[in-house]
Nanobody, 121 residues
Framework: QVQLVESGGGLVQPGGSLRLSCVAS????????MGWYRQGPGKERELVAR???????NYADSVKGRFTISRDNAKTTIDLQMNSLKPEDTGVYYC???????????????WGQGTQVTVSS
């Protein structure tokens, strides 16, 4: 069993900051990449930020310079520091991981349950 558990969402005023965390746990052999997606009201789910096994980081253009993704040394926890938040950042943020479960051969995608981020005055 593999689980991704997110925490850290909430309500914040425009210009404020939030920090999201995601912990991957369970029977994991290796993790290829982990990242954050979000889905705003009436919008499709989109990639926000991702970090690969070798440390390569990608950001959506809309969050560059404002959001920072990081991970711990064990590479099973990622954080998303979100600064200068805007109303258009509102949405459900999902943790995503591409990993090989213990005893498996092929990698699979896993998703967290999502955490709500609301940016409003």
């Amino acid at each position: 069993q593999v689980q991704l558990v997110e925490s850290g969402g909430g309500l914040v005023q425009p210009g404020g900051s939030l920090r999201l965390s995601c912990v991957a746990s369970g029977s994991i052999s290796s993790i290829n990449h982990m990242g954050w997606y979000r889905q705003g009201p009436g919008k499709e789910r989109e990639l926000v930020a991702r970090i690969t096994i070798d440390g390569t980081i990608n950001y959506a253009d809309s969050v560059k310079g404002r959001f920072t993704i990081s991970r711990d040394n064990a590479k099973t926890t990622i954080d998303l520091q979100m600064n200068s938040l805007k109303p258009e950042d509102t949405g459900v943020y999902y943790c995503n991981a591409n990993l090989v479960p213990t005893g498996g051969i092929y990698s699979r995608y896993y998703w967290g349950q999502g955490t709500q981020v609301t940016v409003s005055s």
